[in-house]
């Protein structure tokens, strides 16, 4: 029921697709720092910092000042 991933993301100019899926998510930020998109808010991540959401409301991550990692586990 729980699927876990490690994520790497690389900064880019372009604006995040922002989607969604069934479930819940969790997010853990390993390294760097990260925006994180839900709806219409916009969250600045970093190291140690960590988000629990519903998966269905659109959402998407971009990177800060270099490459982030993160671990997402999705809960169907």
Excluded: R, W
Aim: charged letters at 25%; glycine letters at 8%.
């Amino acid at each position: 029921k729980a699927e876990p991933f490690l994520v790497t993301i690389h900064p880019d100019d372009e604006t995040p697709v922002m989607h969604g899926h069934d479930g819940q998510e969790f997010n853990y930020v390993i390294s760097g720092k990260m925006k994180f998109f839900i709806g219409d808010i916009c969250y600045e991540l970093e190291e140690g910092d960590s988000v629990y959401f519903d998966s269905s409301i659109p959402h998407a991550e971009q990177a800060i000042d270099g490459e982030a990692q993160f671990i997402a586990v999705v809960v169907k």
